[in-house]
């Protein structure tokens, strides 16, 4: 954890490292993902049972390539039911939020007659990667499950690695939920290719979903415009701007939150207290050591975390949209005002009763956002990430005499005689 | 050109190969466009020095990096008339039909007290990659600008490489029309790289779009996650679907009006009349002739065109949605019912006085538009492309007692001892 100070000299150039710091994957990741990734498209079922045998232990062709629906419905009905209820509630208040995000279509009637409209729809398949394993993920499922529902999406494909053949019943249980159509027990780049190109026994998709390894995520970055991604994916990140009147226990376990993913997630506070950054310094100090996750959030803490002192939160915000963060958390009385001089971030919580982990669950707001500064220029997962949309145009004759000349006169202009044509021959009649 | 027709034994895998057959670009231009990218990462300013030098024939410190805004203004008044009132018409119906697609802000408080919304906001600083040289693309500059100042884009960059250090004046002239703020005559892939990393004199943009070659649309794709992009874009096509009722020569024009962009651009035609194919394809073998762009149009249909013959016209839907077409001219009398059983194409032209090159330069809807099959999941440029969704949450105790627990509850299914106890502190008060 590095301390800062942004009325010390050397912060300027301090803060750009922090900014400009990469915890993202290197170059051989990328030539191992393209290997795997031709050795998809080229030889389909056979590769994908050759990875899965060599990178999660075990024979496709023995242990089975599919999960059935009804060892879905079976892991539902034997969760655990405040387990069920739980994410139950997460299904439901996800499903809501989700369901504003639907785009209108728009069809209109210009004052020269002409009709100019765009029309929305789902992409017909959609791929949902799920990690597998120890760690499950069932909220992933349901985050970016329910999106595609929503978007009516007709067949969503979920794939979940299974080392060793382990199955994590609490992923069926939530594929159960979100109304996932088939499962698919691989995993790695081969699954990302896999539901890409499709193969033998898996029908392709248009667009793959989901978070996943270093290899997962440069696969999915190799193969955009084969498919549409949600995005390219790096680690998580949280940035708390808190104020003395916080409890420092409160303002350390949200910053533990992040620091417990992965050593390369990073966490960092501003306030412009130095009393209370000691006091959350020494709180996180405590808490990692009773957490079960200690190993990872101290590395993380350690490596990537920062407490940064500030002469005035609302000089937080300029830097706050630097780091552009993932998450980023407003614990101060009047949230609203910081709010409104940030300009990039992946998803805000307001108020110091708003923990960000709670938006990881239940709270209806996508827990998939752009991480690695990316939230200058891209959105969370949403409904729109499964849909696309197709403008059109009516024009009659009338409309055609109108507004056609222009279109003859730039044709012309741009050395495409028979863009000009194509009018022309219509003008003249 | 082929000619195929559906109800003949065979068409089915003829098809396919039509679908499945790739234009894109090789590998080459992968590992070019990779070791340029990674020279301007690396050495900035000079690289794209040198690459200009190599490339483009010129040397950048002698005839200057940058085209000034007084430049585009004196471009715009030396316009003709006629075409900068086509120009003007242009602007002012991409501007109207943009401006529909700005998004709503979201802020509601659900039944539980809990605020949720989503915010909207543009990104700071675009980049628009126009091609240059001898074939000026105006039309280009007017469809990738307009939306991002309709964004509110506060910073719009435009490169254009001027080979031999030749500038096109219709390209300034259109720049100062559609607003754009700074203009740098650099192209080809070392552009690109040069807006995503910055370079010592070129600050760094937010979101990269804009056609250009192979070696363009790959250092897109490469630089993707680094900034945002527009999409991945391939070579031109279109669809016709036309029944005999259509006069052959308008046809034939309309078809020619992709080939005659580039040899590996598509034409394709769907009809349930022999005679009329027989008539549309003498019509194109005529027409060719006496265009400019003969040789591109030739290669272009030689290799890439296709006539159809299907039993009636509906049964073309299903094929067209295979293609996911990037222009798809629907030329019947009740174009509505056809339209309504297509699911994949990029934009869409209705009825027989809408030759899709009116919506290539002034209609109002965008004309950067999915290629290569990519409309089964994505858009065509808009808005949006250029702006960012940052969801946000506030809970006071109320709530988080509601919603909480369900959130604590699944943290610790996940095994996430950290986001389990960042809520489980607030709850206990």
Same mark, same amino acid.
């Given at each position: 954890m590095i301390r800062l100070n942004a009325s010390e000299p050397g912060f300027? !150039?301090?803060?750009? &490292?922090?900014?400009?710091?990469?915890?993202?994957s290197d170059a051989h990741v990328a030539r191992d993902v393209q290997v795997i990734v031709t050795a998809v498209r080229e030889q389909g079922d056979a590769a994908v049972e050759a990875f899965t045998r060599k990178f999660d232990g075990h024979a496709l062709n023995e242990t +089975?390539?599919?999960? =059935?629906?009804?060892?879905?419905?079976?892991?539902?009905? +034997?969760?655990?039911? =405040? %387990?069920?209820?739980?994410?139950?509630? *997460?299904?439901?208040?996800?499903?809501a939020y989700h369901e504003k995000q639907k785009p209108a279509d728009s069809d209109t009637i210009?004052?020269?007659?002409?009709?100019?409209?765009?029309?929305?729809?789902?992409?017909?398949?959609?791929?949902?990667?799920?990690?597998?394993?120890?760690?499950?993920? #069932?909220?992933?499922?349901? /985050?970016?499950?329910?999106?595609?529902?929503?978007?009516?999406?007709?067949?969503?494909? /979920?794939? &979940?690695? !299974?080392?060793?053949?382990?199955?994590?019943?609490?992923? %069926?249980?939530?594929?159960?939920?979100?109304g996932v159509d088939e499962v698919w027990r691989i995993g790695g780049a081969q699954a990302v290719a896999?539901?890409?190109?499709? &193969?033998?026994?898996?029908?392709p998709v248009d667009v793959v979903t989901g978070p996943g390894n270093a290899w997962v995520a440069e696969a999915k970055r190799q193969l955009y415009g084969v498919v549409g991604i949600d995005m390219v994916a790096g680690p998580s990140e949280i940035v708390v701007v808190a104020d003395a009147d916080n409890d420092p226990e409160w303002t350390a376990?949200?910053? %533990?939150?992040?620091?417990?993913?992965? #050593? !390369?997630?990073?966490s960092i506070l501003f306030t412009d207290d130095a009393g209370f950054a000691d006091a959350v310094a020494a709180a996180v100090d405590r808490q990692i050591g009773e957490l079960a996750t200690k190993d990872v959030a101290r590395q993380s803490w350690d490596a990537n975390g920062a407490i940064i002192l500030v002469p005035d939160l609302p000089a937080a915000c300029p830097l706050v949209d630097r780091l552009a963060p993932e998450h980023l958390e407003l614990a101060v009385a009047d949230p609203e005002a910081l709010f409104a001089q940030v300009r990039h971030a992946g998803s805000v919580f307001l108020g110091r009763y708003t923990p960000e982990a709670v938006g990881d669950y239940v709270a209806g707001p996508n827990h998939v956002l752009p991480t690695g500064r990316r939230a200058r220029f891209s959105s969370g997962l949403?409904?729109?990430?499964? /849909?696309?949309? &197709?403008?059109?145009? *009516?024009?009659?004759?009338?409309?055609?005499?109108?507004?056609?000349? *222009?279109?003859?006169?730039?044709? +012309?202009? =741009?050395?495409?005689?028979?863009? *000009?044509?194509?009018?022309?021959?219509?003008?003249?009649?």
């Open positions: 300027s !150039t301090a803060f750009d &490292t922090l900014v400009n710091a990469r915890r993202e +089975g390539w599919r999960i =059935e629906k009804s060892d879905c419905a079976v892991a539902l009905k +034997g969760l655990d039911p =405040e %387990l069920r209820g739980a994410l139950e509630l *997460a299904r439901d208040r996800i499903a210009d004052a020269d007659g002409i009709r100019l409209g765009a029309r929305w729809r789902a992409v017909d398949a959609a791929g949902v990667y799920v990690p597998g394993g120890r760690a499950a993920y #069932p909220s992933s499922v349901l /985050m970016n499950a329910i999106p595609a529902k929503v978007a009516g999406v007709e067949r969503l494909v /979920m794939v &979940t690695p !299974t080392p060793k053949g382990e199955i994590n019943p609490l992923v %069926l249980a939530a594929a159960e939920l979100a896999a539901l890409a190109y499709g &193969t033998g026994r898996i029908k376990a949200d910053l %533990l939150s992040q620091a417990e993913h992965d #050593p !390369t997630s990073q949403s409904v729109l990430d499964f /849909m696309k949309r &197709t403008s059109f145009l *009516a024009l009659d004759e009338a409309g055609l005499q109108k507004i056609g000349p *222009a279109a003859v006169a730039l044709a +012309g202009a =741009e050395g495409l005689p028979a863009h *000009a044509r194509s009018v022309a021959l219509r003008l003249r009649r």
